[in-house]
């Protein structure tokens, strides 16, 4: 397609014309497509009910430990889960603790834990009220919610193609009340980036003002590979190790995107003052997790071959629907000098960026003809993006026929806005 | 028995004799024996199995919302499982969340809220330097735990055979610093009293000073009778509308005690703002419970005449245990002047009391022979028991031949302490 901001008004004006043209005819189809959410499909889903399918017999009921899984106790989970977290994760199974369904809520509890109570003899977080946490944008929307809620002003720093600006990172954290910062260190959430070997070593080497300084390291796509050859991600605490900087690092992981979304199970990672500290609160929180859930996914995915094996599996439904979306943005956008945007090899989204302002207006667009995309926004703190540009979009959940419908309504929004911008019409 | 507060000192000698030479077999036998915590036993847990070995067309995948229990979504829990605790808890489904295995965590969590961000527009409890929680005692040692680590300083008040001692209640209530109680107000931990409804009554009148106090009321054991039947609860729900007071009120439930101690279902309910409340938290901390567990419960359990079958069937386990214990003390203890015990209808706990100054000191001695009871001091905030007489015997889980043998070296070891505090002899 022409470069919309180096062709004449006559052709813009036209281009507006036609884009107008179709976008009537998109509303006139009545659609409701959800884009908005890293949600698997059905048919992924599918893919894990041997878990719905196992009886008494197909399970250990029995934990190494000797403890009955259907009882209280074994509260950092079972060994055998535990070992599987440690194999994913790249750590041993000693500094692993597998809990419920929701890395989310681990992530959230240990920033509440830091906030009342302070981590390793330092002060609570609560004690600073200029307590500040450095978010990478753009980001995870639940991650700076989280930042928010407990009062932690967030410092953005821009994500690079390998992954967030290191040098900018370096100077922030000589401020001694930045306290942290969230990483999703593979296949980022929204961008599909996969922080380079050497940017894993620069985050390893921090020294950072403040001594209680955390990095919340989300292996939420670890390995969720689209292709057969994944990205490769340099193992964290490999590197710490030889900076002495282990205890600044918390990984979590969770099975949400591996077998049951809602069902599935989560665990933190972490170095062994950081482990006791967070399981001499969970001691208060609960008496154990649900450990027959454990026993149900470590009959079926014994070891990461059996995981990855299913990962496989997924990727041979969701690269359809990456693909269907890129190539319609490549047709619709490519030369269009008015939007770029990634293309993942793994994780969940593809990340749009549009004109400068017009973002929400192209959302907007979708949204009234019945396709919602993620709030625009979202993708930074406060739900504020500065520069109302970027557009995450979740092709998972839709089929390739509805991808390719709503790419094209997006698309044809997206130029819509860039016109009316370049055309000077107030929207 | 004869009374050994009554008796002679030559007679005391002779008691304390037969005592010693019995302990001291007792101590020969190399038991190993734990009555330290309400775990169900093995065939308890084999009342349930049926939870593992239902397969995907057993349960019902989707939730009345449409959704897919496999998948992200329905934060507040399916509506067959919320209508069940609804009705058990005597709330409407509307005013119910069903969460994940932990009612403990439910509790810690709303603790943490209160203290962090305050409810219903009022302070964060940690604004207030002063901020107080109501102890009944003896009472749950989880509980005291909660308060303890988020500084609620614990004011102890007396359990009664009606429930707390209201009278105390009432008065404490006036200082605005004290900020809620905790109550476990059927078949109480570990007094196995029920509160009257007399006393609901007056707890649902309380008109405290603190515009955000809160009771955490524990249901427990509500409906965990060991006979048929079973002691009365008025609902405090029903009492608190006639009060206006119902936001003063949260209550907690699990089937931790119905089907898998480590693996059933909790829920919390509250009136509709503080649901509301407790759900914007929610939204930050997760995106769903697990819905596949909460569809397998709903799937075997489909209303209140499901539970109360299922409860008979440990009823039918429980009572031989609680029998055996109660069968010895009785036997071993009545008239000795020495202790007193209760005998209740449900709940996991029977508290016996000792001479004052001497529980710890019989503790010790059980744990020597290799019987393990719930740490002496622990029914107590701060793990202190200011008259050292306490001790929670905790029948679930051993077996009858076990209880027999445990129960009579508990007394016996009582009898030790008893007598060597009355001859003046320094343990």
Redesign the interface.
């Known amino acids: 397609m022409f470069d919309l901001t180096k062709c004449s008004k006559k052709e813009l004006t036209q281009e507006y014309e036609n884009q107008k043209k179709k976008y009537r005819e998109y509303l006139a189809l009545g659609i409701s497509i959800n884009m908005a ?1 890293g ?2 499909s ?1 048919e992924q ?1 599918d893919l ?2 041997d ?6 017999n197909d ?1 250990e009921l029995k934990d190494a430990s000797g403890a ?7 509260l950092n989970g079972t060994l055998r889960s535990r070992e599987l977290f440690g194999d994913m994760l790249g750590v041993s199974a000693e500094n692993v603790i597998t809990c ?3 890395s ?2 681990l992530m ?2 240990y920033i ?1 834990q830091c ?3 302070g981590t390793l003899g330092n002060d609570p977080w ?1 004690y600073n009220k200029n307590r500040k946490f450095i978010a990478i944008v753009p980001g995870y929307d ?1 991650h700076f ?2 930042a928010e ?2 009062g932690l002003e967030m410092i953005s720093v821009p994500m690079t193609p390998s992954g967030p600006d290191m040098d900018v990172i370096e100077e922030v954290i000589k401020d001694p009340d930045v306290k942290g910062m969230f990483c999703v260190p593979k296949y980022s959430n929204p961008d599909g980036v996969t922080y380079s070997a050497e940017t894993v070593e620069r985050i390893a080497s921090m020294k950072p003002a403040a001594p209680d300084f955390r990095v919340i390291w989300d292996e939420a796509y670890l390995v969720h590979d689209l292709y057969e050859e994944g990205d490769f991600l340099a193992n964290i605490f490999d590197a710490a190790k030889k900076y002495g900087t282990e205890e600044n690092f918390i990984a979590f992981a969770s099975t ?1 995107k591996i077998t ?4 599935g199970l989560s665990a933190v990672a972490a170095a062994d003052r950081n482990i006791k500290e967070i399981m001499d ?1 969970l001691a ?10 454990q026993a149900r996914h470590t009959a079926i995915y014994k070891n990461m071959d059996d995981i990855r094996a299913q990962m496989k599996k997924h990727a041979i439904l969701l690269r359809p629907k990456f693909d269907t979306v890129l190539g319609v943005l490549h047709s619709e956008l490519d030369g269009s000098g008015i939007a770029s945007f990634n293309s993942p090899r793994g994780g969940y989204f593809i990340s749009l960026n549009v004109n400068v302002g017009s973002a929400k207006y192209a959302g907007k667009l979708c949204a009234d003809c019945g396709l919602t995309l993620t709030g625009v926004g979202a993708t930074y703190p406060y739900g504020i993006d500065p520069t109302d540009s970027n557009i995450r979009i979740a092709p998972s959940c839709p089929s390739v026929e509805e991808l390719e419908m709503a790419s094209k309504i997006l698309c044809s929004a997206v130029k819509i806005a860039a016109c009316e911008e370049l055309l000077g019409i107030k929207n």
Chains 1, 2 share one sequence.
């Not at 208060?284 to 859930?293: E, G, M, P, R, V």
């Open positions: 959410r949600r698997p059905p889903l894990s009910d878990l719905l399918n196992l009886n008494k399970i009955d899984c259907r009882n209280y106790g074994v419920g369904s929701s989310l809520n959230f509890d509440s906030c009342t109570h609560f639940r919610a989280i809620y407990f949400s049951f979304a809602g069902a609160r208060l929180q609960t008496i154990c997790y649900d450990k027959i859930n």
